[in-house]
């Protein structure tokens, strides 16, 4: 039996939404990836069908992408500006440090939470 068997439910009645095997979607279906890129959104409409294939670094065992109604997406948003300077503004705030103010020209790391000097001092004098 093939494994793409497994995963081929086009009515829905095995895992509750119609499924069907890795790349083996019908037209007319997309993911979130595919609406973007075509420069659609879902636009709350529910999720129509899924792909299914076997994955082995899972712990279930399968990886899924939910597919939605191309018919259905809506255009994506336009940004306003509005839009845009609260996105500068965030960035803004990831390449600020919190402990001593400097600006930086990348994100700060959140693993650290602050700048390489300020959470390595005793390094910096080092050298």
Do not use: N
């Amino acid at each position: 039996m093939p494994s793409y068997a497994k995963c081929f439910d086009p009515s829905g009645a095995r895992f509750g939404i119609p499924t069907y095997p890795w790349r083996f979607a019908p037209d007319g279906y997309a993911t979130r990836r595919q609406l973007r890129a075509a420069g659609l959104r879902p636009g709350g409409q529910p999720v129509a069908a899924q792909v299914m294939r076997r994955h082995r670094g899972r712990k279930s065992g399968v990886q899924v992408a939910y597919l939605y109604r191309v018919d259905c997406a809506m255009p994506v948003r336009p940004m306003t500006s509005r839009k845009w300077g609260a996105l500068a503004l965030a960035m803004l705030a990831r390449r600020t440090c919190p402990q001593c103010r400097v600006i930086y020209s990348y994100c700060i790391p959140t693993s650290l939470g602050m700048c390489l000097l300020c959470a390595y001092p005793e390094e910096q004098r080092a050298a």
